[in-house]
């Protein structure tokens, strides 16, 4: 992955996560050796291609959906991860029950 560009670092990343799993923009920019986590919602929010590489499956640390999601903001991101089997309890993700773990 060392010869790719970040973007397509961070795009190959998100195809990675699976259907009922989420990832944290800290977890995702450690695993695409970026030292900011906001550069990755920048990055994702360029996504042209949400169907192929799934942005929707990026969450804040604490659980909670970002404002920005380029494709409806939180309610529609939200919907995306209801229908990936994604529970919510108080606007809120249990992370210890959905993280993706990415290998290393």
Do not use: W
Not at 27 to 39: D, M, S, T, V
């Amino acid at each position: 992955m060392k010869n790719k560009n970040l973007p397509e670092k961070v795009f190959d990343l998100l195809k990675e996560i699976p259907k009922g799993k989420v990832t944290t923009y800290k977890a995702l920019a450690i695993k695409a050796g970026i030292k900011n986590p906001r550069q990755i919602g920048q990055i994702i929010h360029t996504n042209e291609h949400p169907e192929i590489y799934p942005c929707h499956r990026v969450v804040k640390s604490d659980g909670t959906l970002a404002l920005g999601y380029k494709y409806g903001g939180r309610d529609g991101q939200k919907k995306r991860l209801l229908s990936d089997g994604i529970k919510f309890t108080n606007d809120k993700i249990d992370l210890p029950s959905y993280l993706f773990t990415f290998l290393l």
